[in-house]
């Protein structure tokens, strides 16, 4: 079982950053992929980056390539997206995800656990 808390979202100028944190609280940390998605008003959820559980690889959504950079600390139990350049198409509520696996894991529907999401604001 994991709980996870995000914080650092905000509203920011275009070209500007930001970097999100995820807190996890659980026993296997280690064990487990972390993702972040997107959703903003009147669309779906959107996948955004994932990491395996060392840390090791990572995957990223085309259109935050070269941009966003996960990363986490395990020894803080705790997950990392630094969101570089950003543009207003950026703007909706951001969530950390977990999934108890050896891959990368982009599909949504395979994570287990959700955080609550902060929101990300981004002004032209």
């Known amino acids: 079982q994991v709980q996870l808390v995000e914080s650092g979202g905000g509203l920011v100028q275009a070209g500007g950053s930001l970097r999100l944190s995820c807190a996890a609280s659980?026993?296997?940390?280690?064990?487990?992929?972390m993702g972040w998605f997107r959703q903003s008003p009147g669309k779906e959820r959107e996948f955004v980056a994932t990491?395996?559980?060392?840390?090791?690889?990572?995957y990223y959504a085309d259109s935050v390539k070269g941009r966003f950079t996960i990363s986490r600390d395990n020894a803080k139990n705790t997950v990392y997206l630094q969101m570089n350049s950003l543009k207003p198409e950026d703007t909706a509520v951001y969530y950390c995800?977990?999934?108890?696996?050896?891959?990368?894991?982009?599909?949504?529907?395979?994570?287990?656990?959700w955080g609550q999401g902060t929101q990300v604001t981004v002004s032209s």
């Open positions: 990491i395996t559980r060392s840390g090791r690889y990572t």
């Open positions: 659980g026993r296997t940390f280690s064990n487990y992929a």
């Open positions: 995800a977990a999934k108890q696996s050896i891959t990368v894991v982009k599909s949504g529907s395979e994570y287990d656990y």
